[in-house]
């Protein structure tokens, strides 16, 4: 029995199978789409898409900088266990997608899913590795810098935290002290390069709680607002000092700010930092309830 390309397309809707392996199952099923999808799940293939309910809170952070492009990524893709993202394999498929975003530069993760990695799209190629490694992988989100300045990318533990620093005016020789700040981004989280950058309302909220946190404390609630105003002004230094990087102690220095030990030697633009699976509520399961499920699942 002869199928059309729009079999292909309609397998694959249904399966969550790549278009090589859909192609291929009806191949072998002589075009009939039942035992196309049939075969698909007997290879394990369409197990993936019973997957992408699941909450994927593991993972890992991975970076890909092309210097002669001036291009530089970071990205972080999450799987369901700590176990599959410390493997080979996964941390080939960070590297592989990274390398994609670097070259096609997409506005988000839904443009990228539509990029080609070799001979199929990067939706496919998750989908693929999905059912090959048995958990569900998902794309969660990237940063591209673009810039004839310099770029500098660092991954702690395997890739649980990664930083991306872009300095300009690099001058030659500093490399150790750009790498030195991006390891401060790592431990220190700051979340602005210098004060100027901290929005106005920021700063208002910041000096509001500071201001009511005075007023609710035995020992200044009797002052006049001028007095705490003006003890709040004076505290906001170690707002600066905890949330800008510039400001920061430097971590193998504390006796220097971070912008000491930078000097002239560059300018920092501008970082990012991915801390992996913040923000993702894990899923808790009672280990009985899990066992469970999968005997229940097998009777399906």
Excluded: W
Excluded at 36 to 50: F, H, N, S, T
Excluded at 178 to 186: M, P, T
Excluded at 197 to 224: F, G, T
């Amino acid at each position: 029995m002869a199928f059309t390309a729009k079999d292909v397309v309609t397998l694959r809707d249904k399966s969550g199978a790549g278009m090589l392996d859909c192609k291929k199952a009806l191949t072998d099923a002589d075009g009939d789409m039942e035992k196309a999808a049939e075969l698909l799940r007997e290879r394990g293939i369409a197990k993936a898409v019973k997957k992408e309910g699941r909450i994927a809170a593991e993972g890992a952070v991975g970076a890909y900088v092309c210097a002669k492009c001036g291009t530089g990524v970071l990205l972080e893709i999450n799987c369901e266990s700590d176990f599959v993202s410390r493997g080979d394999k996964f941390h080939e498929i960070v590297d592989s997608v990274a390398k994609v975003v670097a070259e096609n530069k997409p506005a988000d993760v839904d443009a990228l899913l539509s990029c080609k990695l070799g001979n199929e799209t990067v939706k496919d190629y998750i989908t693929n590795a999905t059912a090959v490694i048995g958990e569900k992988i998902s794309i969660r989100r990237f940063e591209i810098f673009q810039t004839k300045g310099k770029i500098e990318t660092y991954i702690h533990m395997g890739g649980k935290v990664g930083v991306m620093v872009e300095a300009t005016d690099f001058k030659a020789g500093a490399e150790e002290t750009l790498h030195d700040v991006a390891l401060q981004i790592a431990a220190a989280k700051p979340s602005y390069v210098a004060s100027a950058e901290v929005p106005a309302d920021v700063l208002e909220k910041e000096k509001e709680i500071m201001l009511v946190q005075m007023q609710n404390d035995e020992k200044n609630k009797n002052k006049p607002k001028e007095i705490l105003e003006k003890i709040v002004a004076g505290k906001m230094g170690k707002y600066y000092q905890e949330n800008c990087l510039l400001e920061q102690p430097f971590v193998k220095d504390d006796s220097q700010k971070v912008s000491q030990v930078i000097g002239n030697k560059f300018t920092v633009a501008r970082f990012v930092r991915f801390e992996m699976g913040e923000g993702i509520e894990k899923k808790s399961e009672n280990l009985q309830d899990e066992v469970a499920k999968q005997i229940e699942s097998m009777k399906k």
